[in-house]
T-cell receptor
Framework: DAKTTQPTSMDCAEGRAANLPCNHS???????VYWYRQIHSQGPQYIIH???NNETNEMASLIITEDRKSSTLILPHATLRDTAVYYC???????????FGKGTRLHILP | SQTIHQWPATLVQPVGSPLSLECTVE??????LYWYRQAAGRGLQLLFY??????ISSEVPQNLSASRPQDRQFILSSKKLLLSDSGFYLC????????????????FGAGTRLSVL
């Protein structure tokens, strides 16, 4: 079973920041938080990952709370192409597999 | 650069027929390889993964099987397809875990949409 809880769906206006929350209250000290997204009829795409510190790359920012029990993925200026299902996943560095939950279906509205 | 190829893109097969889906990775050595299935409107389900040639771990008991005859080739098979085998099949790869780096990021192929009729 997935170790994370995410809202089923969210809407965001185009050009605005999309903030996608994820709860992982049972995360252990050596588990990382990963985010992927899946655009309709495509394979999932890696976005970002982090352990304790906030992370930023060309796609998004990841904010992890100090107790690491939740995190937020931020798409700073959402576009219509960001419409997708976003998966939040926790796993250890030694894990060979990813368990995907149901994710959040993000709709970017024009 | 690394690339992953999965084919065919779509497939329509009758119930009871055999299945063979192939996935190959280029530009890397000894990758971890994965097969996932996504039923319509559902999440991703891990079916098999492999950390080396001939090594297959099965996550879900079913009438599917996987094989890894070469380092960068992963095959998903069935002797007799069921209606419930319909879905979107995805192959993925990741680098083997190196030291304590946590960059086990998976890269997915474009998928095969299988319809069993």
């Amino acid at each position: 079973d997935a170790k994370t809880t995410q809202p089923t769906s969210m809407d965001c206006a185009e050009g605005r920041a999309a903030n996608l929350p994820c709860n992982h209250s049972t995360i252990s000290g050596n588990e990382y938080v990963y985010w992927y997204r899946q655009i309709h009829s495509q394979g999932p795409q890696y976005i970002i990952h982090g352990l304790k510190n906030n992370e930023t790359n060309e796609m998004a920012s990841l904010i992890i709370t100090e107790d690491r029990k939740s995190s937020t993925l931020i798409l700073p200026h959402a576009t219509l192409r960001d419409t997708a299902v976003y998966y939040c996943i926790v796993r250890e560095s030694g894990d060979d597999k990813i368990i995907f939950g149901k994710g959040t279906r993000l709709h970017i509205l024009p | 650069s690394q690339t992953i190829h999965q084919w065919p893109a779509t497939l329509v097969q009758p119930v009871g027929s055999p299945l063979s889906l192939e996935c190959t990775v280029e530009g890397t050595s000894n990758p971890n390889l994965y097969w996932y299935r996504q039923a319509a409107g559902r999440g991703l389900q891990l079916l098999f993964y492999s950390v080396g040639i001939g090594q297959i771990s099965s996550e879900v008991p079913q009438n599917l099987s996987a094989s890894r005859p070469q380092d960068r080739q992963f095959i998903l098979s069935s002797k007799k397809l069921l209606l419930s085998d319909s879905g979107f099949y995805l192959c993925a790869w990741s680098e083997p875990d190196l030291n304590t780096l946590a960059k086990n990021i998976q890269y997915f192929g474009a998928g095969t949409r299988l319809s069993v009729l």
